[in-house]
């Protein structure tokens, strides 16, 4: 019997993605898909394609109960709710427990590295939805992603300007991915007819790197010099003040180097490739492909 997959989130960029791979690498007939959001105007395009396209709001429960009507499985987009400290858990439990009762079959949920040993303040979101899971009588799987090569792109184009990149990550590792590996590996899991459940994968790009090994690279792709200055991390917190960061965000944004430099997102992992038959993409080739953002 063909399952009918979910996508919440479906007008962000990482559920717009998965959509695509379904259609278009797994040839996931249109019908089977239920693209989630709280806009359901945006994707008019997935409705003339033949997708069910359903209006889909975490803070309301009666909203999700609809959604999920006829629905065996479900990525479940982490939100983006980091305006008020337990709103993002809440819409996530909310979301868990409309599954359970809609009787969906298997739930996949796009995490963080180590949720359960972070600095991050946004940690525990991720930490209490898996426990939720956890404890329901859902099947799950747990997709860990490292730090997206993405937000690179908001952070290098300043530095590479100014010639200097501040950072209070010291020697800490990252292996940063693309969020199109990360697009690819989700639906990758929900395509396969075998995937295991109650597993957590870790969605990492091929290779660790200190942020000056990063500051070379982009150096290089650019053609220009790149400095890292290691700082603290008030004067970091201070600095993105400063340049114009929101004052409740730029000590989140702050606890990523923190985190960094405590070695806890050093994780590498061969996940992606394992899933999807595929290499991750390098930060290297990211960069270049990237190469007129960064100045």
């Known amino acids: 019997m063909s399952t009918t997959l979910l996508i919440s989130g479906a007008s962000g960029k990482l559920g717009q993605r998965v959509i695509f791979h379904l259609l278009n690498t797994h040839h996931i007939a249109p019908h089977r898909l239920v693209a989630a959001t709280r806009t359901p105007e945006k994707l008019a395009h997935l409705t003339a394609a033949g997708v069910q396209v359903r209006q889909a709001d975490f803070d309301d429960p009666t909203s999700l109960a609809t959604a999920l009507i006829g629905v065996d499985q479900m990525l479940l987009i982490s939100t983006d709710a980091l305006d008020q400290p337990g709103r993002r858990l809440a819409q996530h439990q909310t979301a868990v427990q409309a599954a359970e009762q809609a009787g969906v079959k298997h739930v996949i949920y ?169 290499a991750p993409q390098t930060l290297h080739d990211f960069l270049v492909a990237h190469r007129e953002l960064l100045g």
């Open 110 to 278: 796009t995490s963080m590295l180590q949720p359960d040993d972070s600095l991050i303040p946004f940690a525990p979101d991720h930490f209490g939805t898996e426990q939720a899971l956890a404890a329901s009588g859902l099947n799950w799987t747990i997709l860990r992603h490292a730090w997206y090569m993405e937000n690179l792109l908001g952070t290098l184009p300043s530095a590479i300007a100014s010639g200097q990149w501040y950072t209070a990550a010291g020697d800490g590792l990252v292996a940063h991915v693309s969020l199109e590996d990360c697009a690819r590996t989700a639906a990758a899991v929900l395509a396969s007819d075998h995937q295991a459940t109650n597993v957590h994968y870790n969605i990492t790009g091929p290779e660790g790197l200190t942020t000056a090994a990063i500051a070379a690279l982009a150096s290089e792709v650019v053609g220009k010099p790149l400095q890292v200055v290691q700082v603290s991390d008030e004067q970091l917190i201070q600095g993105m003040i400063a340049a114009g960061v929101p004052e409740f965000m730029a000590p989140v944004w702050g606890a990523f180097d923190a985190n960094t430099r405590a070695g806890k997102v050093a994780v590498v992992s061969e996940d992606v490739q394992n899933l999807t038959n595929q």
